[in-house]
């Protein structure tokens, strides 16, 4: 199979985190004999003439791809529904590559809610798409009930956690590598450091807990200087001495965090699945995260604790819990049967009948 990966999302040397799930993915089919072509935005800057600039040129490669390719393509796979979606869309009616899509959360909770216009194109977009993806069970119910799609031709499959990367290292050997202190204990948070990550109520959280000894680390992203600077503020205000930034990590680094920290927290206020917390389940961190979206499901049954976003005392008691080696809220045999249902063998097998189904409608 030749198959178009459209994304508006996708990382490089310079930028190693944007998108990287995405890549991930590509890599997978690459590995076990797909042909894949890649059209993606690979540039996370902002501003407006940026952001125009950037999704014209994207536009135009991805329909001189598709028209050039129209015969060779078995499918498109888009990753989110607007606007990346909107391409596949017109590559199936303007030159007949049925497509896939994948919905991750902001292309509904966010992007489909703007405007009206924008939540018609998408449900068009869903509506016309030979198999949607969603990579959680909260996104699959609002694609199968609001958006009327209809079951047969939805699936939830998460991006997947890939084990030869994420998987536990002894906490000293790990510390020792990160050069962190190898006796207090510590605090992870990783994802990009804007405020709809909860970053703020992290910081807060840990004022709340007020245990000497303790660190945080935020690992990831700053691009909004602005909400990075309020974030130290607030920060100082708090009278908190051991919270460190991290520039985004590299995958094989992130799993050294995940091992080297005694817990992992996901303050969100939404998230669609909660590729993390999975990531740091399979690298043997305990995972604590806000009771949303995809973390629902994810930290339900033993396998970490969810609290209410936005509510830095709840998040306090949730992370002190955790730091309690007797804490019996973890059962490590379902973190294991969930790392194992998220691992590349499952999604690889799944993604190739989904693909071939889609083959089917041209």
Same mark, same amino acid.
């Given at each position: 199979?030749?198959?178009?990966?459209?994304?508006?999302?996708?990382?490089?040397?310079e +930028?190693?985190?944007?998108?990287? =799930?995405?890549?991930?993915?590509?890599?997978?089919?690459?590995?076990?004999?797909?042909?894949?072509?890649?059209?993606?935005i &690979?540039?996370?800057?902002?501003?407006?003439?940026?952001?125009?600039?950037?999704?014209?040129?994207?536009?135009?490669?991805?329909?001189?791809?598709?028209? @050039?390719?129209?015969?060779?393509?078995?499918?498109? +796979?888009? +990753?989110?529904?607007?606007?990346?979606g909107?391409?596949?869309?017109?590559?199936?009616?303007?030159?007949?590559?049925?497509?896939?899509?994948?919905?991750?959360?902001?292309?509904?909770?966010q992007?489909?809610?703007?405007?009206?216009?924008?939540?018609?194109? &998408?449900? &068009?977009?869903? @509506?016309?798409?030979?198999?949607?993806?969603?990579?959680?069970?909260?996104?699959? *119910?609002e694609?199968?009930?609001?958006?009327?799609?209809?079951?047969? @031709?939805?699936?939830?499959?998460?991006?997947?956690?890939? &084990?030869?990367? =994420?998987?536990?290292?002894?906490?000293?050997?790990?510390?020792?590598?990160?050069?962190?202190?190898?006796?207090?204990?510590?605090?992870? =948070?990783?994802?990009?450091?804007?405020?709809?990550?909860?970053?703020?109520?992290?910081?807060?959280?840990?004022?709340?807990?007020?245990?000497?000894?303790?660190?945080?680390?935020?690992?990831?992203?700053?691009?909004?200087?602005?909400?990075?600077?309020?974030?130290?503020?607030?920060?100082?205000?708090?009278?908190?001495?051991?919270?460190?930034?991290?520039?985004?990590?590299?995958?094989?680094?992130?799993?050294?965090?995940?091992?080297?920290?005694?817990?992992?927290?996901l303050?969100?206020?939404?998230?669609?699945?909660?590729?993390?917390?999975?990531?740091?389940?399979?690298?043997?961190?305990?995972?604590?995260?806000?009771?949303?979206? *995809?973390?629902?499901?994810?930290l *339900?049954?033993?396998?970490?604790?969810?609290?209410?976003?936005?509510?830095p005392?709840?998040?306090?008691?949730?992370?002190?819990?955790?730091?309690?080696?007797?804490?019996?809220? =973890?059962?490590?045999?379902?973190?294991?049967?969930?790392?194992?249902?998220?691992?590349?063998?499952?999604?690889?097998?799944?993604?190739?009948?989904?693909?071939?189904e889609?083959?089917?409608? @041209?």
């Amino acid at each position: 199979m030749k198959i178009l990966v459209l994304s508006n999302m996708y990382p490089t040397p310079e +930028h190693p985190t944007y998108g990287i =799930f995405v890549r991930n993915q590509v890599d997978l089919l690459r590995e076990n004999g797909f042909e894949v072509d890649v059209a993606a935005i &690979t540039d996370p800057g902002k501003g407006k003439a940026a952001t125009l600039r950037k999704y014209g040129a994207w536009a135009l490669q991805s329909s001189s791809r598709l028209f @050039r390719n129209r015969k060779a393509y078995t499918v498109s +796979h888009a +990753h989110y529904a607007f606007p990346t979606g909107l391409l596949s869309l017109l590559g199936k009616r303007l030159f007949g590559v049925p497509y896939v899509v994948t919905v991750h959360g902001g292309d509904l909770d966010q992007m489909a809610r703007k405007n009206a216009k924008i939540r018609d194109l &998408t449900q &068009t977009i869903l @509506r016309e798409a030979a198999h949607v993806i969603t990579v959680g069970d909260r996104l699959y *119910g609002e694609v199968t009930g609001p958006y009327g799609i209809p079951q047969e @031709r939805v699936s939830v499959l998460s991006m997947g956690v890939d &084990t030869d990367v =994420f998987k536990p290292v002894p906490k000293q050997e790990a510390r020792k590598k990160l050069g962190i202190d190898p006796t207090g204990r510590a605090i992870l =948070f990783v994802g990009n450091i804007i405020r709809a990550k909860g970053t703020m109520e992290l910081a807060e959280a840990m004022a709340d807990l007020g245990e000497a000894g303790v660190s945080l680390y935020y690992v990831g992203s700053r691009k909004d200087s602005g909400y990075v600077t309020e974030l130290r503020r607030k920060i100082a205000e708090l009278g908190l001495e051991n919270v460190h930034f991290i520039d985004p990590e590299p995958q094989d680094r992130l799993s050294l965090w995940m091992s080297a920290c005694d817990v992992l927290v996901l303050p969100s206020y939404h998230e669609g699945f909660g590729l993390v917390a999975l990531e740091g389940m399979a690298s043997g961190i305990r995972v604590v995260g806000s009771d949303v979206g *995809g973390l629902s499901v994810l930290l *339900g049954e033993g396998r970490g604790i969810a609290v209410p976003p936005k509510d830095p005392a709840a998040l306090a008691e949730g992370i002190r819990e955790a730091l309690d080696p007797a804490s019996g809220r =973890f059962d490590q045999e379902s973190i294991r049967r969930e790392v194992e249902r998220h691992s590349k063998q499952r999604i690889l097998e799944r993604l190739t009948a989904i693909y071939r189904e889609a083959a089917g409608n @041209r």
